[in-house]
């Protein structure tokens, strides 16, 4: 069984509400991510940005903001919709997707650290998709919570976040709960059968 955060979020019931608004914030960045994941293979992109002046506006100050703000430009390229799983023990498998993943190693000046960059809405601590993005990283590498910290960005608005191991064991209690309540047997309901009372039986003719 394969669970993504969308599936997290319907198991621990997450008001409709708060997912709409994170799905409506989400919507404008997603013509972004497909013109960075062009740029990344090379492809042109210029035709896009002339096409679309409001696109153009968010391609140039997301390409300031991310790198100046992230400093590790020099330290190779950003993962662009990276994914990531995790087989568990008891064989269900849970994935993320990461818009822009920054890695860095440890050198003798700076302690290794790990930006996750997302496009669009606010960092939501209610839903799973940012909660599961964060908890995925320590469990699929040896970056500790403390080295990794979460961007959302939008062309407004710009909220980081800071993972840490506190929260990494909160997000564990909860999964464990959730998973377990997922593996429990539902109780078969079985029909009732409704008898005819003495006076709908008619009586039969021999």
Request: proline share 6%; aromatic share 6%.
């Amino acid at each position: 069984m394969r669970l993504s955060a969308a599936q997290l979020d319907l198991l621990s019931g997450v008001p409709p509400s708060a997912l709409e608004q994170l799905d409506t914030d989400a919507d404008p960045s997603r013509g972004l991510l497909l013109l960075l994941q062009q740029q990344e293979l090379g492809l042109p992109v210029a035709n896009f940005l002339v096409a679309d002046v409001l696109l153009c506006q968010w391609f140039q100050a997301f390409q300031v903001q991310a790198f100046q703000t992230v400093g590790l430009a020099g330290q190779g390229e950003p993962l662009l919709n990276h994914k990531r799983s995790l087989k568990r023990a008891d064989g269900i498998w849970l994935s993320a997707s990461y818009d822009l993943l920054f890695l860095s190693e440890r050198s003798e000046l700076e302690a290794e650290q790990v930006e996750i960059w997302r496009l669009g809405g606010p960092v939501s601590v209610q839903s799973w998709r940012d909660r599961l993005a964060l908890y995925l990283l320590p469990e699929t590498s040896a970056y500790e919570p403390e080295a990794i910290r979460l961007t959302v960005w939008s062309p407004t608005h710009t909220q980081t976040h800071c993972y840490s191991r506190a929260a990494h064991q909160q997000t564990q209690v909860e999964l464990e709960r959730l998973l377990q309540r997922l593996q429990q047997p539902q109780p078969v309901e079985s029909e009732v059968l409704e008898l005819p009372t003495l006076a709908e039986i008619q009586e039969i003719p021999l």
